[in-house]
C-alpha cells in the first residue's frame, strides 16, 4: 500500500527564515498531496495541496512543489513566523477506487524570535 | 458554522469498558472519517463512509466499530476499550471525492487504565 515518510520530524528556525519540510510517496498513481498544519490542542487544518498535473503552487509564503518522477513533494515557507509554529502533515490519496489519505508522521517547526 | 463537532474532549475508560465517540457534521459532507493521532504515528485511519449506509475498514480498524445512519453522524464505538487505544481521535469529514479539502473536529483525547 501507499508509504508517506516525512522529513524532518523536527525543526527549528528563528523568525524571518525560510522553513522546508519533505516528503516522499511510493505509489505512483497517488494525485493529490495536502499538507495540513495542526496548532497545540486543535484540529489538522488545510494549509495548501497540489494535484498531480501541477509542478507547483504558492499561496502568499507558502509554496508546495511535487516531482512526480521522483515521488517526493515540499512545503516552503518563507518570512517565518512565530505564529507558524505548530506540526505539519503531508499526505497523498490512495487512488484505485479507495477514499483514503494516508499522512506522513509530521514535522514539529518551532519558529523562535 | 459549527463545522465537525466532537464529543467528549477528553475520557477516561478502565479496560473492558465500552464507550462511543460522537462526530457530527454540519456541511451535508458525504465523506465522513475517524483517525487516531499517536506520538510520531501521525494519522492513521481507522473507519471511513462514502454516504449514509456505507462504511468501509481503514488502516487500522480492529477494536473498534461504525455506522452511518445518517448524514450527519459517524459514531465510532468501543466495545471492549484497551489500553492499546490510548489515543488522540479525530473525525474528519468532506464534499466529495479523495482530492476534496478534509475538515477536522477538534479531537477527543481517550486514556484507556
Known amino acids: 500500500g501507499e508509504n508517506v515518510e516525512q522529513h524532518p520530524s523536527t525543526l527549528s528556525v528563528q523568525e524571518g527564515d525560510s522553513a522546508v519540510i519533505k516528503c516522499t510517496y511510493s505509489d505512483s498513481a497517488s494525485n493529490y498531496f495536502p499538507w495540513y498544519k495542526q496548532e497545540l490542542g486543535k484540529g489538522p487544518q488545510l494549509i495548501i495541496d497540489?494535484?498531480?498535473?501541477?509542478g507547483e503552487k504558492k499561496d502568499q509564503r507558502i509554496a508546495v512543489t511535487l516531482n512526480k518522477t521522483a515521488k517526493h513533494f515540499s512545503l516552503h515557507i518563507t518570512e517565518t513566523q512565530p505564529e507558524d509554529s505548530a506540526v505539519y502533515f503531508c499526505?497523498?490519496?490512495?487512488?484505485?477506487?479507495?477514499?483514503?489519505?494516508?499522512f506522513g508522521k509530521g514535522t514539529k517547526l518551532t519558529v523562535n524570535p | 458554522n459549527a463545522g465537525v463537532t466532537q464529543t467528549p474532549k477528553f475520557q477516561v475508560l478502565k479496560t473492558g469498558q465500552s464507550m462511543t465517540l460522537q462526530c457530527a457534521q454540519d456541511?451535508?459532507?458525504?465523506?465522513m472519517s475517524w483517525y487516531r493521532q499517536d506520538p510520531g504515528m501521525g494519522l492513521r485511519l481507522i473507519h471511513y463512509s462514502v454516504g449514509a449506509g456505507i462504511t468501509d475498514q481503514g488502516e487500522v480498524p480492529n477494536g473498534y466499530n461504525v455506522s452511518r445512519s445518517t448524514t450527519e453522524d459517524f459514531p465510532l464505538r468501543l466495545l471492549s476499550a484497551a489500553p492499546s487505544q490510548t489515543s488522540v481521535y479525530f473525525c474528519?469529514?468532506?464534499?466529495?471525492?479523495?482530492?476534496?479539502?478534509?475538515?477536522f473536529g477538534s479531537g477527543t483525547q481517550l486514556s484507556v487504565l
Open positions: 497540489i494535484r498531480s498535473n501541477v
Open positions: 474528519a469529514s468532506r464534499q466529495g471525492s479523495t482530492n476534496e479539502k478534509l475538515f
Open positions: 456541511m451535508n459532507h458525504e465523506y
Open positions: 499526505a497523498a490519496s490512495i487512488q484505485g477506487g479507495s477514499e483514503k489519505l494516508v
